[in-house]
């Protein structure tokens, strides 16, 4: 225990600098996408990744609330994917709602980027200081234990793998954050459509009721954030990320 715990402070505290941009062969690239892909499709692995998402997607509404003035009040996470994020204060309640579905996949954005402009480790370290932060927000059981379990996954990474591929993983886990909002987003298309019993618990339906503004229109700006981050993530696959080979 106490190795291990020297070495999650190692690679903790290394963490903090640059390292070379990533050189990723094309063959390579498509294995960091296969798993990325993997994460988001695969049952047993969605039961898992898709509750990071979750932690991911109520942050998105506790620092939104937090830059306009809100008190972000507690986080409740749930085992079936659902989470909570209660803020009080005089913050801009559309703003504080709006940004829960597009966190992932803005976030798995900029983890793509860091990885590929060789901020990857960073990256990791920065993560475990958010989530442990986390924990001072998190009013349930359900969610310390995802929470515990996210924090512990991300720190593995920092502790046991070795320097030269944390910046691979930190790439393929911002890609399957990419992916896993557009996972998400289309199953809060259902609950508007087939599923309409859950519609209350629904963000953009939530939206519409605060400003009047339809359901629809807050569903394709959901979309056009996910979109636009899945173009940038490309853009640095294609562009900032230099691949050899094929």
Not at 3 to 14: E, R
Not at 174 to 183: Q, S
Request: hydrophobic residues 60%.
């Amino acid at each position: 225990m106490e190795q291990w715990w020297q070495a999650f402070v190692n690679g903790f505290l290394s963490g903090f600098g640059r390292s070379s941009p990533l050189v990723v062969p094309a063959a390579e690239l498509l294995w960091i996408l296969g798993g990325a892909a993997a994460l988001c499709v695969v049952p047993v692995l969605w039961r898992f990744f898709g509750r990071f998402v979750t932690v991911v997607h109520e942050l998105g509404h506790a620092f939104a609330g937090l830059a306009t003035g809100m008190r972000v009040t507690g986080i409740t996470l749930r085992m079936d994917q659902g989470g909570t994020t209660h803020g009080v204060g005089r913050g801009r309640a559309v703003w504080f709602g709006f940004w829960g579905y597009p966190a992932p996949a803005a976030v798995g954005a900029v983890l793509v980027w860091a990885s590929a402009a060789g901020w990857g480790r960073t990256a990791l370290s920065v993560s475990v200081i958010v989530l442990a932060l986390v924990f001072l927000f998190i009013r349930n059981l359900a969610g310390v234990l995802i929470l515990a379990g996210s924090i512990i996954a991300v720190a593995a990474i920092v502790a046991a793998v070795p320097a030269d591929l944390q910046g691979h993983l930190t790439l393929a886990v911002g890609l399957a954050l990419v992916m896993g909002a557009a996972r998400d987003w289309w199953n809060l298309v259902s609950v508007h459509t087939r599923r309409r019993r859950e519609l209350a618990s629904s963000d953009a339906f939530i939206l519409s009721r605060k400003t009047g503004v339809p359901s629809a229109v807050w569903l394709f700006a959901f979309a056009a954030v996910i979109a636009l981050a899945g173009v940038a993530s490309w853009a640095v696959l294609t562009g900032s990320l230099r691949t050899v080979g094929a």
